[in-house]
């Protein structure tokens, strides 16, 4: 089993185990939300565009509101188990970190955690140097990123002000998708407080 796999399901289980109405990590949403979200950004594309831009995020929830009130939760939860057909040719390569970070939305918020294997954090390593990228952009500073498991190190960018992170691929990941996480930044005062601030807009 893959890890986007594996991620899905024991995100599927811990949604069954909760119920509907357990806390996530996701501002303002029970577990019955995050089902629902994650249920139609794979069965309805007409429900995308406002996932990633405000301008539509009202559409996109009524559509999420409407499929709950239709399915009820647990349909909506065995449905997820087996990617939808907007995303199940890509499923390894989009949903590894979608399933991933969910998961952890969810077990964060809850008191409980997962173990990683060292290859799934290998598997995850070139997902958080993705997001790096993007918050080095916004950032425009010298970002440097050093895994604490293995000692492996990626620079990004040029320029003054730099910052470096350090933590878990996983920890990373959460971190650079705005959750908190176990991560180290250090930098100059002045340069963390503009990191904070870039990020903090994307």
């Not at 559509?63 to 909506?76: D, K, S, T, V, Y």
């Not at 180290?184 to 503009?194: K, P």
Request: hydrophobic share 40%; aromatic share 6%.
């Amino acid at each position: 089993m893959k890890f986007a796999q594996r991620q899905r399901a024991a995100l599927a289980d811990l949604l069954e185990e909760l119920g509907p109405f357990a806390p996530t990590k996701c501002e303002g949403w029970q577990t019955q939300d995050l089902a629902a979200h994650l249920y139609i950004r794979e069965r309805r594309p007409d429900a995308l565009p406002g996932i990633g831009s405000e301008r539509f995020a009202d559409r996109t929830q009524r559509i999420q509101m409407a499929e709950l009130h239709r399915n009820g939760f647990l349909p909506i939860v065995q449905a997820i188990r087996t990617p939808g057909w907007i995303m199940r040719p890509l499923d390894n390569l989009v949903n590894s970190s979608e399933f991933f970070i969910h998961h952890e939305d969810v077990l964060r918020a809850n008191g409980r955690s997962q173990t990683l294997t060292a290859k799934e954090q290998q598997h995850l390593w070139p997902v958080a140097k993705v997001l790096a990228r993007k918050a080095q952009h916004a950032y425009q500073g010298q970002l440097t990123l050093t895994r604490t498991d293995t000692g492996a190190r990626q620079k990004i960018g040029k320029g003054n002000r730099p910052i470096h992170l350090s933590g878990l691929p996983s920890e990373l990941l959460l971190y650079l998708s705005g959750r908190e996480a176990d991560v180290e930044v250090t930098g100059e005062e002045d340069a963390v407080a503009r990191w904070k601030d870039a990020i903090g807009s994307l």
